[in-house]
């Protein structure tokens, strides 16, 4: 979703609100602490959107602020930093094709979705949502609440529709769709602008990117690579994700339509 998410954090100009769904975990179990998996993740996304929010500032850095928060009944972590608020749902990844992983019992948002899960529990225990109307829910109780004196709003999801977007991540989808449902009930959100993203498949597609376009989006992604190697010795800038780093697809519309 870069370059958009680079311009928007770095403009200064309006509060950037990212919503994790699921920790990437891969099966692999969470501390609060840097030999955990999911939480180097975490820590090095939080990195890069901090680095992004510096970038046109003169003063000192500012001061990141961490609190458990609670949505619709559920317990969740949100940090703060300049403009910028970041919710960490930290449910379980749900593997590429949503059958999910072993260390997690096999949980995934598409089978609480399709009901093939009677609840899905966050990899923290801090959460546990009893079906999908309780995660939508959710997603709706921060939308209504960060949204709170900021007009029109602009929402970034993957594309729903797999003719479009062909061979994504099942979390991806099932994120995406949690979110279009979500933003159907804040009737306090008048109007929104609907970025919807293609995933996977712009690696196979013509790089569309300028050149000061990707130079800024490699850096953060640098700063994210950085992170996680300083964490865990380990790091994801390798071929199979710079892939992406040249291209940006996304249809542009508005709800309600």
Request: net charge negative.
């Amino acid at each position: 979703m870069g370059p958009n998410l680079y311009d928007d954090v770095t403009s200064g100009m309006r509060k950037v609100v990212l919503i994790y769904l699921t920790s990437g975990d891969a099966g692999k179990p969470f501390a609060a602490d840097g030999a955990s998996y999911p939480f180097m993740r975490e820590q090095a996304s939080l990195e890069a959107t901090d680095w992004m929010a510096d970038i046109e500032k003169e003063t000192p850095p500012s001061r990141r602020e961490s609190e458990v928060v609670e949505l619709e009944g559920q317990k969740v972590e949100r940090v703060r930093y300049a403009r910028t608020v970041s919710y960490f749902l930290r449910l379980p990844d749900g593997n590429f094709e949503g059958q999910g992983f072993e260390g997690y019992g096999l949980q995934s948002m598409r089978k609480l979705q399709t009901k093939k899960l009677e609840a899905l529990e966050s990899i923290d225990k801090l959460g546990a949502y009893g079906d999908w109307a309780a995660l939508v829910g959710a997603l709706s109780a921060i939308v209504a609440g960060e949204a709170v004196g900021e007009g029109r709003i602009s929402v970034h999801v993957q594309e729903v529709d797999a003719r479009i977007n062909p061979g994504d991540h099942a979390d991806h989808g099932a994120g995406a769709e949690a979110m279009l449902e979500a933003l159907s009930r804040v009737p306090t959100v008048p109007c929104v602008s609907l970025y919807r993203h293609i995933g996977y498949a712009i690696s196979h597609m013509e790089p569309n990117l300028s050149v000061l376009d990707l130079q800024n989006k490699a850096a953060a992604f640098a700063v994210l690579s950085a992170t996680e190697r300083r964490f865990s010795g380990v790091h994801d800038w390798n071929r199979a994700h710079t892939v992406y780093l040249p291209r940006n697809y996304f249809a542009l519309g508005e709800m309600p339509s």
